[in-house]
């Protein structure tokens, strides 16, 4: 699987980028059985996040969220490999599960020429995960994302310059510009936006930057209430109320990629919206 510059769209359907893969009930986020579900429900993208434990290793798990998930006492930062191995995911009712973190190169191994991988918390440690995705012989498939600072894009240049990249771009795009006149491989921009007037989402820019060969990724998802980062146009919306106002207003607009924790809903909303024309 090769992006080359430009993730391929099936005809004018958004590809799907499944948050974390898909989990609920006795299926925590972020592990292999989240990942495979995810890709039986039509993911084109497995979405996924990164953390380092003391000793070093990369495992699939969004740092900070040791409190919600595991309940151990100490963060995957603060311990080692064969510590996280041992500890127990918890299912969404706080039971213990036979499910553990899974590595990153595990995860990576997984989902090895069977979605696009979406590896997040990538600025962490550029140079370690840029290495880890080298082994997995997973160059192509990935889409690396990392803040605007100075500091990650010098990384990005340094260690990653051939991996797709993607900037996380809020409001008005100051980025893109720049990034196509250095040593980085941009394939497009993660778009967040508190109102439909926002520069990200009008029009006029995803023509622009369609015609530039690159790809917009929109969020349904809803991480955190207090701020919603697609101006309402949410999965819970969708799902609970009308998804001509949620999902639909990405298809309208022809964004690229959809985020979201429900992909066969969207699928199926998808597939209804087509036929109806």
């Known amino acids: 699987m090769d992006l080359s510059k430009k993730l391929p769209r099936r005809g004018k359907v958004p590809l799907l980028a499944a948050h974390r893969g898909v989990c609920g009930a006795?299926?925590?986020?972020?592990?292999?059985?989240?990942?495979?579900?995810?890709?039986?429900?039509?993911?084109?993208?497995?979405?996924?996040?990164?953390?380092?434990?003391?000793?070093?290793?990369?495992?699939?798990?969004?740092?900070?969220?040791?409190?919600?998930?595991?309940?151990?006492?100490?963060?995957?930062?603060?311990?080692t490999a064969k510590e996280v191995r041992e500890v127990p995911l918890l299912n969404q009712d706080e039971v213990p599960t036979h499910y553990r973190v899974p590595s990153l190169a595990e995860a990576l191994a997984f989902l090895k020429d069977r979605a696009y991988i979406n590896v997040d918390k990538f600025w962490t440690d550029v140079e370690g995960i840029a290495a880890c995705i080298r082994r997995a012989g997973v160059e192509k498939q990935v889409i690396v994302k990392t803040f605007l600072d100075e500091e990650s894009l010098s990384a990005v240049e340094k260690y990653a310059p051939d991996l797709n990249f993607m900037p996380l771009v809020r409001h008005k795009?100051?980025?893109?510009?720049?990034?196509?006149?250095?040593?980085?491989n941009l394939c497009g921009c993660e778009v967040l936006f508190d109102k439909d007037t926002d520069e990200v989402i009008s029009d006029e820019y995803i023509a622009a930057m369609h015609k530039k060969g690159l790809f917009i990724w929109a969020n349904a998802i809803v991480y955190d209430e207090k701020d919603v980062i697609s101006a309402g146009h949410t999965d819970d919306l969708s799902l609970t109320g009308d998804p001509a106002a949620g999902w639909g207003f990405f298809l309208d607009k022809g964004v690229d990629v959809i985020q979201t924790d429900w992909p066969l809903m969207v699928r199926q909303y998808i597939g209804r919206a087509r036929r109806n024309g």
């Open 26 to 79: 006795n299926i925590p986020c972020n592990t292999l059985a989240a990942y495979e579900i995810a890709l039986r429900q039509g993911a084109d993208i497995i979405e996924l996040d990164v953390s380092k434990s003391s000793d070093g290793e990369f495992f699939a798990f969004h740092p900070g969220m040791e409190p919600v998930y595991l309940k151990c006492g100490k963060m995957i930062s603060e311990m």
């Open 173 to 184: 795009d100051t980025a893109t510009g720049p990034l196509l006149k250095r040593n980085i």
